[in-house]
């Protein structure tokens, strides 16, 4: 069971958008920065998003970020067959004193 | 460029040790935090370990702490994990991370390969 609440599953077609949400507490996401992970199958997760709602050199701007409260959303537009893969929220746990990770999303381009 | 090169990993009883390394390069080791984070087959992202830049500070998820051991040796460029006492629901691939810059945060911008633990008698 993971800190971070996130859908196991959205999908949407090309060129279309969606969102992922990622829901916590007063501890986590209310209280710190949220990053968003891109995992595309078999290789090691890249950053997509900080700080909330910044992108790191040479992530388009098809991706963003937004939190609100204890809650975050990761938007994609445009979306492309290349952008099937699993996100991941995460987030320091002020009250645990540890990193936590949402379950993981897993986009399906229709 | 920044590299990270994770080593160790490989198949171990139950209840026996290993020690996971993460080699870097292409950047000031020193200068930077460092976290450890695995993922079981099929699963996902279960942060583990964060050290600071000087291995003063370090921090635990629940799942490991008392068992898993994070630690760094800036003369050698290199990051460790030791874990101790190990389930087989440690078993995944173990991923080193550095965040973008300087300072003890939750952000990871550089990844390793991984290696992979298997925890099987």
């Known amino acids: 069971q993971s800190v971070l609440t996130q859908p196991p599953s959205v999908s949407a077609a090309p060129g279309q958008k969606v969102t992922i949400s990622c829901s916590g507490s007063?501890?986590?996401?209310?209280?710190?920065?949220v990053s968003w992970y891109q995992q595309l199958p078999g290789t090691a997760p890249k950053l997509l998003i900080y700080?909330?709602?910044k992108r790191p050199s040479g992530i388009p701007d098809r991706f963003s970020g937004s939190k609100s409260g204890t809650s975050a959303t990761l938007g994609i537009t445009g979306l492309q067959n290349g952008d099937e893969a699993d996100y991941y929220c995460?987030?320091?746990?002020?009250?645990?004193?540890?990193?936590?990770f949402g379950g993981g999303t897993k986009l399906t381009v229709l | 460029q920044v590299q990270l090169v994770e080593s160790g990993g490989g198949v171990v009883q139950p209840g026996r040790s290993l020690r996971l390394s993460c080699a870097a390069s292409?950047?000031?080791?020193?200068?930077?935090?460092m976290h450890w984070v695995r993922q079981a087959p099929g699963k996902g992202l279960e942060w583990m370990a964060l050290?600071?830049?000087?291995?003063?500070?370090?921090y635990y998820a629940e799942s490991v702490k008392g068992r898993f051991t994070i630690s760094r040796d800036n003369s050698k460029n290199t990051l460790y994990l030791q874990m101790n006492s190990l389930r087989g629901e440690d078993a995944a691939v173990y991923y080193c991370?550095?965040?973008?810059?300087?300072?003890?945060?939750?952000?990871?911008?550089?990844w390793g390969q991984g290696t992979l633990v298997t925890v099987s008698s």
């Open positions: 292409g950047f000031i080791f020193n200068n930077y935090a």
């Open positions: 991370a550095r965040p973008p810059w300087t300072g003890l945060r939750f952000l990871l911008d550089y």
């Open positions: 050290i600071s830049y000087d291995g003063s500070n370090k």
């Open positions: 995460g987030t320091w746990d002020s009250s645990l004193s540890a990193g936590v």
């Open positions: 007063s501890s986590n996401i209310g209280t710190n920065y």
């Open positions: 700080d909330n709602n």
